[in-house]
């Protein structure tokens, strides 16, 4: 099926620990983009790329590494996991066109650090 | 910067109306999204509203007024599986016009 594919659905990690959640998606969509989401706060940019080879920071990107070396991947690194990362990520996809229906998302990983 | 206020809960009886009201100020605009989200899922695309006026796809309207800052999501008949979380989001202008800005979200539960 054609859409946003996001491994693993559920992580449990220990403070200090590394990890890469993997966001693919089928779409030939040019942008891609990271989220976490958080009780009472809403969805929460951490990480886009408008195409492969282009990555930038959102509004918090503290912690986190991308690259999109391809059109297809975007995957997100965690460097050093704390509690404060404890939370739901989101990967999203888009076309240009982004007028039709916004944003294709993943069915997110549940990430908690312990 | 951008500042998207939505109300946190909201309930109401199956069969009835429901708005669910978004309030924006943001540093540029670029039309608003709404999403649905059911509990442990992804959100889904509902609606998009970049011109003034009401957009109706069938049970679900949605409402946009620029010089307000405002938009409203209208949910009618309302069925047990509307209860969800609804997210208002705000499209920034080109050239970032890729990056969207989300409201926390309404929780809607709908009670027989």
């Known amino acids: 099926n054609a859409g946003v594919t996001q491994t693993p659905k559920f992580q449990v990690l220990k403070t200090g620990q590394s990890m890469t959640l993997q966001c693919a998606q089928d779409?030939?969509?040019?942008?891609m983009s990271w989220y976490r989401q958080d009780p009472g706060m809403g969805l929460r940019l951490i990480h886009y790329?408008?195409?492969?080879?282009?990555?930038d920071q959102g509004e918090v990107p503290n912690g986190y590494n991308v690259s999109r070396s391809t059109t297809e991947d975007f995957p997100l690194r965690l460097l050093s996991a704390a509690p404060s990362q404890t939370s739901v990520y989101f990967c999203?996809?888009?076309?240009?066109?982004?007028?039709?229906?916004?944003?294709?998302f993943g069915s997110g990983t549940r990430l908690t650090v312990v | 910067g951008q500042n998207i206020d939505q109300p946190t809960e909201m309930t109401a009886t199956e069969g009835a109306i429901v708005q669910i009201n978004c309030t924006y100020q943001?540093?540029?605009?670029?039309?608003l999204f709404w999403y649905q989200q059911h509990a442990g899922e992804a959100p889904t695309f509902l609606s998009y509203?970049?011109?003034?006026g009401l957009e109706e796809k069938g049970r679900f309207s949605s409402f946009l007024s620029r010089s307000k800052g405002y938009s409203y999501l209208l949910l009618k008949e309302l069925q047990m599986k509307d209860s969800a979380s609804y997210l208002c989001?705000?499209?920034?202008?080109?050239?970032?016009?890729?990056?969207?800005?989300f409201g926390a979200g309404t929780t809607v539960t709908v009670r027989a």
């Open positions: 999203a996809s888009s076309t240009r066109d982004r007028r039709l229906d916004g944003y294709t």
């Open positions: 779409m030939n969509h040019e942008y």
């Open positions: 790329s408008v195409g492969a080879g282009i990555t």
């Open positions: 943001t540093s540029g605009f670029n039309g």
């Open positions: 509203n970049v011109l003034d």
């Open positions: 989001a705000v499209r920034e202008p080109p050239p970032n016009d890729y990056k969207l800005s």
